[in-house]
């Protein structure tokens, strides 16, 4: 038994060492002809040498050599590689294994070996086919684990990058409008600022420097922007300071509301944008006194405030929106605004009705523009506030 195992295999090794490169010109024939996307001299070349490479390691295999086991390991270390994706098709890559099969298939047909021979070398085929496929499926499943949990980690990484990102630029852009506590609230989700357009009760400030048109004409634009950014910084400060937020800046026109998105009894925002825009005409005091306004006449700010129902929300489209309030109320603080003598504080009836008589002295009924009917007014008597 011993002499005919040793006589087949004698057999087997001289006929895949005469037709070894018959063998691999079927096999690359097989690879070839069953891949459209492998056309082309480069592609048939491409595939030779893989189909060499799987009949130098199965012949060792096939006849029983140790170094056959270790060469088939690494040529599948080698086509697992990110090196033999870019180096050769894919579909060489995954047909290098059968190809052996069929080249071998196709030489024991045409040389007309015998069936029992030939059956039994083509199962020995079978078995090395089926072992090393497999052990190239583990190996690539391996790999592509640890490429795609390496994958994950970097999303991740990156996740936690665009997050504080878009953090920092939320806070960076909410802070230009929001006390730091509602920003906080905002960006923790406690609060949210993006909400549908509703009816709310709120005080409406409007804020403008007197006679900032004529120094657009006289400064040069360096000293113009310090002095502009200046003013909306220092003002900005004490809006927020009284819970107050800003809805929007017109040139030298500070828009403010008391009462939303930070709710407040209606008292108290009265109170709290009386008090903001007494404090807010001292720190204009304190302002002329800042380098960036040295030889400039004394600045003086003109400021009216009402309330009442406006509707406040998100409003704009998918392309620009805006945490804004609009409504008759918002118009009517604007216009008292205008009317205001410069370092003055104009308020309506609708906001003095929460404070204490000695704060405020009428004003009377004003008629003011595009508003129908006139509006019972009176003026903040800011040396007595506290």
């Known amino acids: 038994m011993s002499s005919e195992l040793d006589q087949f295999e004698q057999f087997l090794h001289d ?8 063998i691999v010109e079927s096999g690359t024939d097989w690879v070839v002809e069953t891949a459209l996307d492998l056309r082309g001299a480069r592609p048939r070349q491409e595939s030779r040498r ?9 012949r060792e295999l096939l006849t029983e050599v140790a170094t056959g086991r270790d060469k088939r390991d690494a040529f599948i270390e080698f086509v697992t590689s990110y090196r033999a994706s ?19 298939q196709r030489v024991l047909e045409e040389h007309e070996i015998d069936s029992e021979h030939r059956l039994a070398i083509l199962e020995r085929a079978d078995e090395i086919y089926f072992d090393s496929i497999f ?37 960076s852009l909410l ?22 357009p509703r009816s709310t009760y709120c005080t409406v400030m409007f804020a403008d420097l007197v006679g900032f048109t004529h120094l657009t004409q006289t400064l040069d634009t360096k000293r113009l922007t310090e002095l502009l950014n200046q003013y909306l910084a220092t003002m900005s400060e004490v809006v927020f300071f009284h819970r107050g937020t800003i809805d929007k800046f017109i040139g030298d026109t500070i828009m403010a509301l008391f009462g939303t998105p930070v709710e407040m009894e209606r008292k108290e925002q009265a109170l709290q944008a009386a008090r903001c825009a007494v404090d807010m ?60 003598p410069p370092g ?39 040396g007595t506030w506290m």
């Open 135 to 171: 052990a190239m499926a583990d190996t690539y499943v391996t790999k592509m684990r640890k490429v795609i949990e390496e994958r994950q980690r970097q999303i991740r990484v990156r996740d936690l990058q665009v997050a504080r990102l878009e953090r920092r630029l939320a806070e």
């Open 50 to 58: 893989l189909v060499a490479s799987v009949v130098e390691f199965n």
């Open 344 to 382: 003055e504080v104009y308020l309506s009836s609708d906001v003095a009705q929460y404070l204490p008589s000695s704060m405020l002295e009428p004003v009377g009924s004003l008629q003011l523009d595009g508003i129908i009917g006139s509006v019972l007014s009176y003026r903040v008597v800011s």
């Open 281 to 340: 005409q001292r720190a204009l005091v304190e302002l002329d006194e800042n380098p960036v306004t040295r030889g400039l006449p004394p600045l003086s700010m003109r400021i009216g405030i009402d309330a009442g129902n406006v509707l406040v929300g998100t409003m704009g489209s998918s392309y620009r929106s805006d945490f804004t309030a609009i409504g008759m109320y918002v118009n009517r603080a604007s216009r008292l605004q205008t009317v205001c």
């Open 15 to 22: 006929l895949l060492e005469q037709h070894e490169d018959e």
């Open 86 to 104: 870019l180096e050769f098709n894919i579909s060489t890559l995954m047909r290098g294994f059968l190809s052996f099969r069929k080249g071998l």
């Open 175 to 196: 802070k230009r409008f929001l006390a730091p506590s509602v920003v906080d609230d905002i960006i923790s989700g406690r609060r949210s600022i993006d909400q549908e």
